[in-house]
């Protein structure tokens, strides 16, 4: 009888070992998803953002945080000098949010 125990007591730490094993591998799983989906929405914004200010596409990483945060620099001041501007901010999001994206005749057609 003990060893009968003793052996199922074993094969319920090895599955438990596994269900761990595979709770981690879903987990990364679905971290490394939402880092992907966190990246791709970076660059799309970024590639919205440079449409309209071309002017800071001629900024380039460098290796370090430190470096890049002088490089940057200009690009920092500029957007925290546009949040401060709260009223520009609000009529902004709430210009953005009502119109329709440029070339969707849809709602032009429904309203005719």
Known sequence: MINNDSDRLQKIRERKAQLEKQEKMILDREKGKARKLDTRRKIIVGGIFLKYFPEFQ???????????????????????????????????????????????????????
């Not at 470096?67 to 500029?78: G, I, K, T």
């Open 58 to 112: 001629t900024l380039e990483p460098l290796r370090t945080e430190r470096e890049n945060d002088v490089v940057f620099a200009p690009l920092a001041r500029f957007l925290s000098s546009v949040t401060r501007e709260k009223l520009l901010v609000e009529q902004s999001r709430q210009l953005a949010v009502s119109e329709q994206p440029a070339g969707d005749e849809t709602a032009k057609q429904t309203d005719s």
